[in-house]
């Protein structure tokens, strides 16, 4: 019998993390789509890269890791994006995004289009939107895709409240983190509890499935007008760059193959936890390792339904 892999195609910005220690690759639509790939699904990264060094060794990093190449398009005019990480607070990393780069460049390629249009999901970040030519791509992505998860991704100053707006109505499924939802909520509402602010948001512009992040302190996940919880996971943290797009990707996988939310709830903290155990944004954690943190943890991180 065949298995169906979920197709899933990611969209924006694929770099280099300039770490103290290193350079490491990075880009949230990349470590996605290399940990969705890392659990069985067929997923494909849309984005854009110099002819440089540092573009040609993004795609071996693509390729190593067993992602198709066949919709990241080359500039000449400019270079492979570069972020410079800050990770003096291993908790709270702070970045520094360079611009222009390679991937504000994204351009509208018909069988790009005809890839997202017999998807199963498309993910794609508020990050994306920060150039105008880039933007103009996503948003004809975005006419031809299925299910839409937004990634919101707010870093100064490359976002605004016009253009998350116009993101937020064309998003089926939503993922932030606490202090990202504390920011947006202030712009629609009178900040309230987690619970009354997805509500609301999920009211406001129609997404029937909101999750957010909250670090240490786990997950909730808002879906169908009902609330789900799940505490974090207990562990040394390396950095946690990367923790939050592995949540996703384990959550989305799970998702999509219709898990029960507890169980892919958890699965992504787990997950996320596991990742920030480690350097870089990108480790491959495996089943076994997340369903270890879980048993592990069973005790002190009950599942509860709000």
Known sequence: MQIH???IICFGEMLWDMLPTGKMPGGAPMNVAIQLKNMGNNAVIISRVGTDDLGNELLRFI????????FIQHGKTHLTGVVKVNIEDKNNVSYKIVKPVAWDYIGVENDALEAVKHSDCFVFGSLSARSEETFITLKK???????KVLDINLRPPYY???TITFLLKKADFLKLNHLELDEISGWFCTKGTIQENLNHLSE??????ICVTQGE????LLHQKEFFHSPGFVVDVVDTIGSGDSFLASFISNFLKNVALENALIEA???????????GASPLISKEQIQLLINNHSVRVPFSKV
């Open 5 to 7: 892999k979920n197709k």
């Open 63 to 70: 390729k190593d890791n067993g992602l198709s190449t066949q």
């Open 141 to 147: 992505l975005l006419e031809v895709a299925k299910f």
């Open 160 to 162: 605004n409240k016009e």
């Open 204 to 209: 406001l512009f129609n997404i029937d499935t």
């Open 217 to 220: 302190d786990g997950a909730m």
């Open 269 to 279: 903290c787990a997950m996320g936890a596991c990742v920030a155990t480690h350097h």
